[in-house]
């Protein structure tokens, strides 16, 4: 009888360890989605990047066998783990509450964050003045001054040039009396030399005295926005500076779009893609970009805009990132084992070099 049950658990140890080898010489499915730096497709339908790279290091060491599965969004992704049509992702997926419950998470590789990029304004600063007195914009406020002055000026010298004929002067002198005057009451000078006497003209005083403090504080808070924009955008550290900045842009469905909504920061711009938005800031079309941190490094050094954009050194909202496998996946402990191995090595610092790229 002992005889017996050794027999049996010999025979079940053989089956056991048969199904485990030819479980492992299946072919995995990998379900990938072009997003450079970690998924980059090249011409010849090869495929390189971070997570290709990460990946194929692991299935070398580990001895697994597999094929890639091209998907054209994460949703598609998500889907196919959850019918189990293939067997992991290798796209840096967030690891949050829901996925943890509904799939398996490896071990993260990768910290990111949301990045914060703006226009490099690196003129001197006296040209930056100089830029933004004579703008468009500005001279548009200038005009609009001097003609709120001459109107006041008219209406005064209309209503005190037949009582008051020595200090508003009939014909065009009286017109440039009446501009004096409206200049100086909107200055508070306060020469004396010129004032109504009239009811209709200390009635047209009085409004303009209360109007031309409202278009004094105005003006100047103008001025201040338009000469000092540029020093604002470079002293961003926090999420509440970012809400001084007038023209903030991010990409559709991204983590900064969510990020800028949950904290109820309205968007002006929104981009299709990362880099319609770094050029649009580097034509300074937008005034701040917020968009995952390590592709924003990417794109910054394959595109050459280190010169006309820049990326500030603040972190929002850091988020970790794995691969995924549908839940209770039997190679799961395989892969994971391989992954936290890899990214001990060396070879995994000089791989986020080789793609311009460094968590958080």
Known sequence: MKLFFQLFFFLCFILGSASSLAGQTDTLSIGIHVNPPFIIKKDNQVYEGLSIELWENIARKSLIKFRYVEYSDIIGILKGLEYQEIDVTINPMDVNELRVQKFEMTQPYFISSIGVAIPALNRNPVAVVISNIFSFAFLQIIFLLIFVIFVFGFFLWLAERKKNRFQFRPGIMGLLDGL????????????????????????????????????????????????????LQTEIKSVEDIRLVEKIATVGASTGEKYLLQEKIPINNLFASPISGLRSLAKQESDVLLFDRTILQYYLSRLSLEEKVKLLPITLKEHYQSFMLPKNHPSFNLINFGLVREIQETSWEELQQKYYVKGK
């Open 180 to 231: 004096w005057w409206s200049a100086v009451t909107m200055t508070t000078v306060g020469y004396g030399d010129k004032a109504p006497k009239t009811n209709l003209g200390k009635t047209i005083a009085i409004v303009w005295m209360f109007t031309a403090v409202i278009i004094i504080s105005s003006f100047t808070a103008g001025i201040a926005s338009t000469l000092t924009i540029s020093s």
